[in-house]
């Protein structure tokens, strides 16, 4: 099955920085990777998506980059605010019936 | 706006005893799944069901049966609770059919700690 890595787990920056989160996964054949945002206290919800026919895309301050060929991505938080201040999970599709496989979480703290 | 619920925030049991924890979503959708978060590892796939009376194994299934009598409830049995399943339970939806790679919908979660 699908195996993803997820780095770093924890992450401080200040606010205004930016932030990078970075995972791996291990099928070539896997063409869909989402993002998912957890506050406190809730479940995670998606916050941007990328396909493989795409290396790159946007929604305002938070960005996904792919890279096929090195099987990796990347979520890009730019102007950081505090209430970026979350848990964060990438994933990777595996198996059947709209199955993902979640990478371990960064922990990210926007520091006023 | 999708709404999962869960039946429970916070549950406490005792080892041995039978734990039932209940989902619900109101949005029609085909698959629904349970989850088990722990730090350092993630969110792992207990259980999932694309259609009511089905069910399909994830990767942590033993210890757990899942039960869908009914399309918008899925529900996460824990036929003898041991300490080792104490955990945070979030139970998800999202939409089936020939679509690929749909949007997964969680609940707020559930916070089990098994004495």
């Known amino acids: 099955g699908e195996n993803v890595e997820q780095h770093p787990s924890t992450l401080s920056v200040q606010e205004g920085d930016s932030a990078v989160i970075k995972c791996t996964y291990s099928d070539s054949a896997s063409n869909y990777f989402p993002w998912y945002k957890q506050e406190l206290g809730k479940g995670p919800q998606l916050i941007i998506d990328?396909?493989?026919?795409?290396g790159e895309k946007k929604d305002q301050r938070i960005a996904v980059t792919l890279n096929k060929t090195a099987k990796h991505f990347s979520l890009h938080i730019t102007e950081t605010q505090p209430e970026d201040s979350a848990v964060y999970f990438c994933?990777?599709?595996?198996?059947?019936?709209?199955?993902?496989?979640f990478g371990t979480g960064t922990s990210l703290t926007v520091i006023p | 706006d999708v709404k999962v619920t869960q039946s429970s925030r916070y549950l406490v049991k005792r080892t041995g005893e039978k734990v039932f924890l209940e989902c619900v979503q109101d949005m029609d959708h085909e698959n629904m799944f349970w989850y088990r978060q722990d730090p350092g590892l993630g969110l792992r796939l207990i259980y999932f069901s694309y259609d009511v009376k089905m069910k399909e194994k994830g990767d942590i299934p033993e210890g757990y049966s899942v039960s869908r009598e009914k399309k918008e409830r899925f529900s996460l049995i824990l036929e003898s609770a041991s300490t080792n399943q104490t955990s945070m339970y979030l139970c998800a939806s999202s939409l089936g059919g020939l679509a690929r790679y749909n949007e997964q919908f969680f609940g707020p979660g559930t916070r089990l700690t098994v004495l």
């Open positions: 990328i396909r493989s026919n795409v």
């Open positions: 994933a990777a599709p595996g198996g059947t019936g709209n199955q993902f496989y």
